[in-house]
C-alpha cells in the first residue's frame, strides 16, 4: 500500500510538472498583454503620427470676423461674418503664414494655438498673386513647422494635411503628391494663375487653408490652399520653397519682390490665336506676354502697359514669364533691371526700379 500511495504521489507530481512546462510560455514568446502593448507602441512609430506630432503643435486655427455692409430696400446694415481658416507657425518670435484670402478681408483676426492659449493678431504683408499672408501675434519661444525642400519633391510621395477644416480642430488627413508645377486659373477675368502649386489628394475642405502640408519627416512641404470643389481629390498647395521666400521678403520689406504684372508665356500657337481673334499685331511668338499692370508697380512706374511683349530682361532673351520672375528675384530690392518689349510692331526699352 505504502509503494502504491508514493507512485501515485509521484505520478501527480509528474502531470503537474508537465502542465506547468505546458502553461509557461517560451522565454523569447512574449505574453498576449505584452504582444498588444509593442503593438501599441508600434502603432506610435507609425510615420504619419511621428510627422503629425512634428507639424502639430505648430499648426494654428484662425479665426476671422469682417464686417460687411448690406443693401435692405431703402437703407444699409452692418453686419459680421466669421470665418475660419488655418496657419502655421513660422518664427518662435510669432510670425505665422497663412493664406491671403483667410484674412484679406477681415477687421478682426484671432489665433489659436493647439496648447489652449489665443492671441489677437496683425497683418505683417500679404501677396495676392501667390495667396500669401505672414501674420504676427505677440508670443515669444513658440513651437515652429521647419519647412523643407519643395522643389525636391515627387509625384506618388506620401503627404499629410493639417488644419481645421469646416471648424473641426486639429483635423489629419492623408495622401500623396498628386503633381508639381500645376498653375492654377484662380481670376478668369483678371488672368489670375497662382503658379507652380503641388497638387495633392490628401483631403482639403474649407478652414484646411493656409495649414500645412507635410511629408513623412514632418517638414512642411507646402501651404495647403484651394481645392477644384466640383472635383474629388484635387487639392492645392503653396510650394515651401516659394512660401519660404515670400514670407522672408514680407517679414523684411513689408511685400514681396514683384515687376507687378499679370500674363503668362507667348507661342506660336497662342501669337497667332490672338492675332486672329483680336486682330492685334503680334511682332514676335515668344516671350512674356502682359494681360495687367498693377497700379503703382515697378512695371507701371517704368511705363509697360497691357498687350506689351516682354522678349529681353539684362540683354539676354527670354521666352516667357518664369524667366522674367526669376530675373526679378536676382535683381532684388534696390536693384535696376533693363527689360525689351515689343508694343504692337515696335520693339523699346524700359528701366525698371525696385
Not at 431703402?74 to 475660419?84: D, K, N, S
Request: with cysteine.
Amino acid at each position: 500500500m505504502v509503494k502504491k500511495g508514493v507512485a501515485v504521489l509521484l505520478l501527480a507530481a509528474c502531470l503537474i510538472a508537465a502542465a506547468w512546462l505546458i502553461w509557461q510560455p517560451p522565454a523569447d514568446i512574449p505574453l498576449e498583454d505584452e504582444v498588444e502593448s509593442q503593438e501599441q507602441r508600434g502603432s506610435w512609430n507609425d510615420p504619419v503620427v511621428l510627422a503629425v506630432q512634428k507639424a502639430g503643435p505648430a499648426t494654428v486655427k484662425i479665426e476671422t470676423v469682417a464686417r460687411v455692409v448690406i443693401d435692405q430696400f431703402f437703407f444699409q446694415t452692418l453686419e459680421e461674418q466669421q470665418g475660419i481658416g488655418s496657419g502655421v507657425i513660422y518664427r518662435d518670435d510669432g510670425y505665422i503664414l497663412t493664406n491671403h484670402h483667410v484674412v484679406a478681408d477681415a477687421d478682426q483676426i484671432l489665433v489659436r494655438l493647439p496648447d489652449g492659449r489665443s492671441f489677437p493678431a496683425e497683418i505683417t504683408g500679404t501677396d495676392e498673386l501667390s495667396d500669401l499672408a505672414v501674420l504676427k501675434i505677440d508670443a515669444q519661444d513658440l513651437p515652429t513647422a521647419s519647412l523643407g525642400d519643395s522643389d525636391e519633391l515627387r509625384v506618388g510621395q506620401p503627404v499629410v494635411a493639417i488644419g481645421n477644416p469646416l471648424g473641426q480642430d486639429n483635423t489629419v488627413t492623408t495622401g500623396v503628391v498628386s503633381a508639381t508645377n500645376r498653375d492654377l486659373l484662380v481670376d478668369p477675368e483678371g488672368n489670375r494663375f497662382l503658379e507652380g502649386m503641388i497638387q495633392t489628394d490628401a483631403a482639403i475642405n474649407p478652414g484646411n487653408s493656409g495649414g500645412p502640408l507635410v511629408d513623412l519627416n514632418g517638414q512642411v512641404i507646402g501651404i495647403n490652399t484651394a481645392i477644384i470643389a466640383q472635383a474629388q481629390g484635387i487639392g492645392f498647395a503653396i510650394p515651401a520653397t516659394t512660401a519660404k521666400l515670400i514670407a522672408d521678403q514680407i517679414i523684411e520689406h513689408g511685400k514681396p519682390l514683384r515687376l507687378g504684372i499679370l500674363g503668362g508665356s507667348l507661342y506660336p500657337a497662342l501669337a497667332e490665336t490672338i492675332r486672329r481673334e483680336t486682330k492685334a499685331k503680334i511682332a514676335v511668338e515668344r516671350g512674356a506676354f502682359i494681360t495687367r499692370v498693377i497700379e503703382d508697380s515697378p512695371a507701371d512706374a517704368a511705363g509697360l502697359k497691357p498687350g506689351d511683349i516682354i522678349v529681353a530682361v539684362n540683354g539676354q532673351e527670354i521666352a516667357g514669364m518664369r524667366e522674367v520672375r526669376d530675373a526679378v528675384q536676382r535683381t532684388g530690392f534696390g536693384g535696376i533691371m533693363q527689360l525689351e518689349y515689343y508694343r504692337g510692331e515696335e520693339r523699346q526699352q524700359a528701366e525698371v526700379r525696385f
